[in-house]
């Protein structure tokens, strides 16, 4: 049976196995035989093993696995987005406040001081976020230079994969990529105006939204 809907938008998780945790629990209750539908304000972001999403009262909730600590969202806080990593989690509060939590074995769940934020990328085991005046920052894990070779320029955007590389939208429309490029995953193609980018683990994607003249 599908599940209702619920507006403006409806958050449906697919029922977990017992050994996940939803919240901050570390064992997870029965849950119900329908699918879980959760009103949420249209911010969802899937991880490796855990999941985010932020409510329509701005709060927080993830589920999923919590080996980590990905799960355990710092509470007390409004949010207005999220990022869901490998094995940890990010998130920019309303007051543009970037907070990380979770695995942090490359110091991927620091976070830099003295900025405010507009969102934040969490990836394999490196994290990227820009600042509110368009300004890229990367540390963690910098195998492949996903960490160290964010390129300058201002930025509306910044999404990482759970590889080793990370691609960002600048101001003027156009896509740049940095870390390992060994299969091509870094080679945006030229001559487009870019709407989204997404890295993967071994490739990128890019929504073009029209042709540079």
């Avoid at 490796?48 to 999923?64: F, R």
């Avoid at 960490?147 to 990482?160: C, M």
Wanted: charged share 10%; net charge positive.
């Amino acid at each position: 049976r599908p599940p209702r809907a619920l507006l403006p938008f409806a958050l449906i998780a697919l029922r977990l196995p017992a050994s996940l945790a939803l919240g901050n629990a570390t064992t997870a209750p029965a849950l119900p035989a329908t699918p879980l539908a959760t009103r949420c304000a249209g911010h969802v972001s899937a991880g490796y093993e855990h999941s985010c999403a932020i409510t329509a009262t701005a709060s927080l909730q993830c589920w999923g696995s919590n080996a980590h600590g990905q799960l355990n969202v710092p509470p007390g806080y409004a949010w207005a987005s999220v990022s869901a990593g490998k094995y940890h989690t990010c998130g920019v509060t309303t007051s543009a406040t970037l907070l990380c939590w979770g695995r942090d074995k490359h110091h991927e769940s620091e976070t830099l001081a003295g900025h405010t934020w507009r969102a934040a990328a969490a990836g394999s085991s490196f994290t990227c976020a820009v600042t509110t005046t368009g300004r890229v920052a990367c540390w963690g894990n910098n195998h492949r230079g996903e960490a160290e070779g964010v390129p300058a320029g201002a930025f509306l955007s910044v999404a990482a994969g759970f590889g080793e590389h990370a691609c960002g939208l600048e101001a003027s429309g156009a896509a740049a990529c940095w870390g390992q490029g060994t299969d091509g995953q870094l080679a945006v193609p030229q001559g487009y105006e870019w709407a989204a980018i997404a890295p993967g683990w071994l490739h990128t994607c890019g929504l073009a939204k029209a042709r540079r003249p």
